[in-house]
């Protein structure tokens, strides 16, 4: 399973990492990073409730 934020939609808000903090870092720009290129084992369901909870659809996760 892999995560994806899209830069030119993501807002900053920071959801996705206090819901999948190994999956989701926010950067020096203010936006949204994955970390890892992989979701790590575990953490499928974070990386989902990220994608279906962030606001602006800014994530995929595939």
């Known amino acids: 399973m892999k995560a ?10 920071g959801l996705c990492p206090s819901i999948a903090p190994d999956v989701f ?7 949204a990073h ?7 084992a575990g ?5 989902k409730e990220s994608e279906s909870s962030c ?3 800014a994530i995929t996760v595939q």
């Open 34 to 40: 994955v970390i890892t290129s992989t979701v790590p």
């Open 25 to 31: 870092e926010m950067g020096d720009d203010g936006k």
């Open 43 to 47: 953490s499928e369901d974070a990386a």
């Open 4 to 13: 994806i934020v899209d830069k030119d939609a993501c807002i900053g808000c």
């Open 55 to 57: 606001p602006v659809n």
